[in-house]
DNA sequence: TCGCTGACGTAAG
DNA sequence: TCTTACGCCAGCG
């Protein structure tokens, strides 16, 4: 399910809705899926207003596994503290077994 | 109304 | 192999 007539923000939030508890997914995989490889930007982007949106957030990360929106949760170890507790290993900012958790959106579209 | 900024990713030098 | 530059779109001074 790809809503086209919603905007991109909102094309963001809907993918990143549909990730299963105790999975991540990247900037760039959602771009993709919205087939806009080349906007990651705008899905971190689209994050920040998220805030807002009842979006995990903390389950979307870059393409290295590493936590960089964690600065815009409230806590320092917030969003860290979120991923621990679905079973996802994270160590320094950086999540373990990235592979093992990584969602790809296009599975499910 | 215009311009700057912002949770990334890829290509090129 | 590492560093630099560019593209994408929306929100907010």
């Given at each position: 399910m790809k809503p086209e007539t919603l905007h991109f923000y909102d094309k963001v939030y809907e993918v990143v809705r549909q990730i299963p508890y105790g999975k991540v997914t990247s900037y760039g995989a959602i771009a993709n899926v919205l087939g806009a490889k080349r906007s990651a930007r705008l899905v971190g982007y689209a994050m920040n207003n998220a805030h807002d949106k009842?979006?995990?957030?903390?389950?979307v990360v870059n393409r290295n596994g590493l936590?960089?929106?964690?600065?815009?949760?409230?806590?320092?170890?917030l969003m860290q503290q979120l991923l621990e507790s679905e079973g996802v290993i994270v160590k320094n900012d950086q999540i373990q077994n990235f592979e093992s958790v990584f969602w790809d959106p296009m599975k499910d579209f």
């Open positions: 009842n979006v995990p957030a903390h389950r936590l960089t929106g964690k600065h815009h949760f409230q806590g320092t170890h």
